[in-house]
């Protein structure tokens, strides 16, 4: 079981997959949030107060999804799937051993990305934002090209590819039907609506 799910998480294509995915869901919302709104404000063959009402909501609907997006994917399936990782599925991984939290391995990859000049400085002037296991800094400071830790950038791609697709399609569309009309009532653009209470007794059908 491990062994297979090794294979596939370490392969080079789910790292690509998640970085088109990420990449695309952010442009997208953002871009559709600007760009569907717009479209119909400029939209002839519609009324003034309907256009109003459609693009706010428009909006607000796609600026929910790119909140559920931003709040949910990293602070929780990306760092969840490395805690789960680490503690769990890959307790015995010498990979994960070596980082000791998500915000950790992306320090490192982070410093990694750099030149072996620029990191032994960086290293020397003590201004690096976590504190690195001694066989990661060690790894730093000599190493010209440093460990992709493929096991580890897997787990945490797989964790926002899930993110994405749980965020979007299932909160997003309950979270906005809690936050849309309310918005839409408070900036005057829908009406509460009025629910009458029908006070006639209903008659009974004493035949039945």
Known sequence: MIGPLTKALTNP????ISQNTNASVATETVLKSIGRPGFILIDKDIDSDTKK??????FLYQA???LVYAAL???????GAFKLAKNKIFKNSPEFQKFRSLKNYESYRKYSAKSLDTRKILLQQHKLQDKFTPEIEQELLTAEKPNNYDLVKGTIEL????????GLA???PQLSHAVIHPALRFIGLEKKKEHKQNNQQKSINTKA
């Open 13 to 16: 294509t789910l790292t690509s």
């Open 53 to 58: 009402y459609a693009a706010a909501k428009e």
């Open 64 to 66: 929910t999804c790119l």
């Open 73 to 79: 994917v990293v602070p929780v399936f990306k760092r």
């Open 159 to 166: 964790g926002s590819i899930t993110g994405s697709v749980l």
């Open 170 to 172: 299932v909160l997003a």
